[in-house]
């Protein structure tokens, strides 16, 4: 076993078997689920007002009508929710077309964000001057720093704030992306939901993962890990979590309490979550999903991951200290990340265990006993792991894939010859998110262009002029 390539092999076996048993750590953890059942049991005097935040940015007219008619078909009292639209102040082109839905959908509100040099600002400095919890506003090199970055987390912030200073914290803050599609049910999860658990996550569902072959491979991301091992992130608040951006119902107390949003952190998800997890909020997991779109192409799909990554790598760095996390904590925290990071070990695992393998065939191999053993665990724990995921996206397609024979041809295409080479192009937002991280990039937001790929999941109150027919 003195050949480098030998040693280059059981390095990556050592080095896959710690992801396989991370996985199969989180897979044990217990799922905190909504019970969905007692939706209607909740009088209405005990239902929570509910904000839905819409941040957007340049955004397709026809997406966004398509989420309005499926917000419009929210059951749940009216007096009882919100839903504000948040685009930037200089944003012309996206305010006009929400102007013109407000026709049609009379329940929608615009809060336009303006430049942090307005006055109105002062509300969200006040509050982090005297929140200590705010940590990126009291030490490091964001200190006292105003110049947030024109993203979604400042158009969050604003509005958490502006609520806050009319209305005080007696409310729910919900955000979706600009093209999700909610259940009808969704607010009333919600209610349910808050009466146990402190943060709510809805899963979501892809809603085009036969549209090209890049959207079956990004589909299945969500899948594997969002609506699959991320639940199990609940885990009975023994575990830090994060959100996912999307589909979450926050306390606005407890929101104000902890500071709201880190406006520093590439994507708020990671940050937020932890954080709220380090001040002992457990989290609540909403299996009725929200149906998304992912990007059409695998280069879209990475330059979305980039930011994903860089997100991860920020928050998981210095931030959890700042925000009080212990030492085991942390180390606990790190741990989501490892199944991503894992990919990068198919580099060198997938050339070195084909060719140990022709050797196994032809010969014995170079390799003592306990090297076998370790690559068959490996085996067997793949097997397990990716069935597991296999069968999950099987019973998912189901919500978005009615003609069975479509579902067939998706689990073709994600078949695991192909997964694997897909898996060989996660190197590159991994690599790049790092790069992003190391030279502290990645603040402005890079919006992922939508293409209303999911109108066929609404019924039409009206269409816009730009609405192109559907397909079946």
């Given at each position: 076993?003195?050949?480098?390539?030998?040693?280059?092999?059981?390095?990556?076996?050592?080095?896959?078997?710690?992801?396989?048993?991370?996985?199969?750590?989180?897979?044990?953890?217990?799922?905190?689920?909504?019970?969905?059942s007692k939706i209607y049991t909740i009088p209405e005097e005990q239902m929570p007002l509910v904000v839905l935040a819409y941040p957007v940015l340049r955004e397709d007219e026809n997406t966004i009508h398509t989420t309005m008619v499926s917000l419009s078909k929210m059951d749940y009292p009216k007096s009882k929710y919100r839903i504000i639209a948040i685009p930037n102040s200089n944003d012309m082109a996206t305010i006009e077309i929400l102007r013109r839905f407000?026709?049609?959908?009379?329940?929608?509100?615009?809060?336009?964000?303006?430049?942090?040099?307005?006055?109105?600002?002062?509300?969200?400095?006040?509050?982090?001057?005297?929140?200590?919890?705010?940590?990126?506003?009291?030490?490091?090199?964001?200190?006292?720093?105003?110049?947030l970055p024109p993203k979604k987390t400042r158009q969050l912030i604003y509005l958490f704030y502006t609520l806050v200073s009319q209305h005080g914290t007696d409310w729910v803050l919900d955000y979706i992306d600009a093209d999700s599609i909610t259940p009808s049910t969704h607010f009333r999860l919600a209610a349910v939901g808050l009466?146990?658990?402190?943060?709510?996550q809805a899963t979501n569902v892809v809603g085009n993962p036969l549209d090209t072959w890049a959207t079956s491979f990004h589909s299945f991301d969500h899948m594997c890990w969002d609506s699959n091992t991320y639940p199990h992130m609940s885990a009975d608040g023994k575990h830090p979590y994060y959100v996912?951006?999307?589909?979450?119902?926050?306390?606005?107390?407890?929101?104000?309490?902890?500071?709201?949003?880190n406006p520093w952190i590439t994507i708020e998800d990671p940050e937020i979550?932890?954080?709220?997890?380090?001040?002992?909020?457990?989290?609540?997991?909403?299996?009725?999903?929200?149906?998304?779109?992912?990007?059409?192409?695998?280069?879209?799909?990475?330059?979305?991951?980039?930011?994903?990554?860089?997100?991860?790598?920020?928050?998981?760095?210095?931030?959890?200290?700042?925000?009080?996390?212990?030492?085991?904590?942390?180390?606990?925290?790190?741990?989501?990340?490892?199944?991503?990071?894992?990919?990068?070990?198919?580099?060198?695992?997938?050339?070195?265990g084909a060719y140990a393998l022709y050797l196994f065939i032809t010969s014995y191999g170079p390799f003592p006993p306990w090297v076998v053993v370790l690559s068959v665990a490996n085996i067997i724990l793949y097997i397990a792991v990716m069935g597991q995921a296999y069968w999950n996206a099987w019973k998912r397609t189901r919500l978005v894939l009615k003609r069975v024979s479509s579902r067939v041809w998706y689990m073709f295409r994600i078949n695991p010859l192909f997964l694997f080479l897909y898996y060989l192009l996660w190197s590159v937002p991994i690599t790049i998110g790092f790069g992003m991280f190391l030279a502290d990039k990645g603040k402005a937001w890079a919006r992922t262009e939508k293409v209303d790929a999911d109108r066929r999941f609404v019924s039409h109150i009206s269409t816009p002029p730009n609405v192109p027919p559907t397909q079946g």
């Open positions: 076993m003195n050949e480098p390539w030998s040693i280059i092999y059981v390095i990556a076996q050592l080095l896959y078997f710690l992801p396989f048993a991370v996985m199969l750590y989180f897979l044990t953890r217990k799922v905190n689920r909504v019970d969905s407000q026709t049609e959908f009379p329940f929608l509100e615009i809060l336009e964000v303006p430049p942090i040099s307005n006055p109105s600002w002062n509300v969200v400095w006040q509050a982090w001057a005297n929140n200590p919890k705010a940590y990126w506003f009291h030490k490091g090199k964001t200190k006292w720093d105003i110049n009466q146990q658990y402190d943060v709510l996912l951006g999307k589909g979450l119902f926050y306390k606005a107390k407890d929101l104000f309490e902890l500071g709201c949003f979550g932890m954080r709220l997890w380090t001040n002992g909020k457990r989290l609540g997991i909403i299996v009725e999903p929200l149906i998304e779109e992912v990007p059409r192409t695998f280069r879209g799909g990475i330059i979305q991951r980039n930011r994903w990554m860089c997100g991860f790598f920020q928050t998981l760095s210095a931030p959890l200290e700042q925000m009080g996390m212990k030492f085991w904590h942390r180390q606990l925290a790190r741990l989501n990340l490892v199944p991503t990071l894992s990919l990068l070990i198919n580099l060198i695992g997938l050339p070195t």
